[in-house]
């Protein structure tokens, strides 16, 4: 009986450690995710596409050149914001979307530049092509390429970053976002708030203009929501 309760009050006592060790980075101080182009983000005036990505997911790599192409079409009509999934069973994908949230925190004009460095490269950081290789250098790897994109200047500042608690806490806060809005994969996509239902194949531009033109008060839709009022 005495053994029982002991061993209640040390579970209890491991589940109080559990929890007040995740107390001081959730809910974070901030929104998660990184807004694309213009920085700062009006939710209520644009279309908002949420993307989950995962930077060395090779579907999120070619998911993005038709989402950017439809961002750049809609302008400040459609805003992105993009959190990151590490995904568990993709090596490196912890260390690389840490690596996105140093560089955001250094200059964040220079988080989607490095997304697209891993895009282009990502092969590297694959499980198989690094199963040799140490933690230690694969961060060095890392280090080395975010400083391609962010300048010389910043290395010791890029390596400093992987030193920081607090960019662990922001990468796990990304993942803990996803897994809260019961993402599980990636690329997932949604818009002003709802799942976009997958179509199957990557979504590609054509697709994009499908699902966005009838949000965007073009003249069309504009007559098709009055007439939809008036049966409202
Ligand atoms: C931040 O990144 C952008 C895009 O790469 C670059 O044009 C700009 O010069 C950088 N700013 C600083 C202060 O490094
Ligand atoms: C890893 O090491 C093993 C054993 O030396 C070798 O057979 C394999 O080709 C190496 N893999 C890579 C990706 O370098
Ligand atoms: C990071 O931390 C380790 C262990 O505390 C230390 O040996 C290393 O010098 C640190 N690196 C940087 C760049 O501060």
């Given at each position: 009986m005495v053994r029982t309760t002991t061993l209640v009050l040390v579970g209890f006592q491991v589940l109080v450690t559990l929890l007040s060790a995740g107390a001081d980075y959730i809910p974070p101080s901030r929104f998660d995710?990184?807004?694309?182009?213009?920085?700062?983000?009006?939710?209520?005036?644009?279309?908002?596409?949420?993307?989950?990505?995962?930077?060395?997911?090779?579907?999120?790599?070619?998911?993005?050149?038709?989402?950017?192409?439809?961002?750049?079409?809609?302008?400040?009509?459609?805003?992105?914001?993009?959190h990151l999934l590490p995904l568990p069973y993709?090596?490196?994908a912890f260390?690389?979307s840490r690596?996105?949230h140093?560089?955001?925190?250094?200059?964040?004009?220079?988080?989607?530049?490095?997304?697209?460095?891993?895009?282009?490269?990502?092969?590297?950081?694959?499980?198989?092509?690094?199963?040799?290789?140490?933690?230690?250098?694969?961060?060095?790897?890392?280090?080395?390429?975010?400083?391609?994109?962010?300048?010389?200047?910043?290395?010791?500042?890029?390596?400093?970053?992987?030193n920081d608690t607090n960019t662990d806490h922001q990468t796990r806060v990304s993942f803990k976002y996803a897994a809260s809005r019961g993402v599980y994969?990636?690329?997932?996509?949604?818009?002003?708030?709802?799942?976009?239902?997958?179509?199957?194949?990557?979504?590609?531009?054509?697709?994009?203009?499908?699902?966005?033109?009838?949000?965007?008060?073009?003249?069309?839709?504009?007559?098709?929501?009055?007439?939809?009022?008036?049966?409202?």
């Open positions: 995710g990184f807004v694309y182009g213009k920085g700062s983000l009006n939710l209520l005036d644009t279309v908002l596409i949420e993307a989950f990505y995962d930077p060395v997911c090779p579907d999120s790599r070619d998911s993005w050149p038709s989402l950017k192409q439809a961002l750049h079409h809609y302008g400040s009509r459609v805003s992105l914001l993009l993709h090596d490196n260390v690389a690596a996105l140093i560089a955001s925190n250094l200059n964040a004009s220079a988080t989607f530049p490095l997304l697209e460095w891993f895009f282009k490269h990502q092969e590297k950081f694959y499980g198989p092509n690094t199963r040799n290789l140490s933690r230690a250098s694969i961060v060095e790897e890392i280090v080395k390429s975010a400083t391609q994109v962010l300048g010389r200047s910043y290395y010791k500042a890029i390596k400093n970053g992987f994969g990636t690329p997932f996509f949604y818009v002003n708030g709802f799942l976009l239902s997958d179509t199957g194949d990557a979504i590609d531009y054509k697709a994009w203009r499908k699902v966005i033109d009838p949000l965007v008060g073009t003249k069309k839709s504009i007559q098709n929501t009055e007439s939809l009022h008036f049966f409202l």
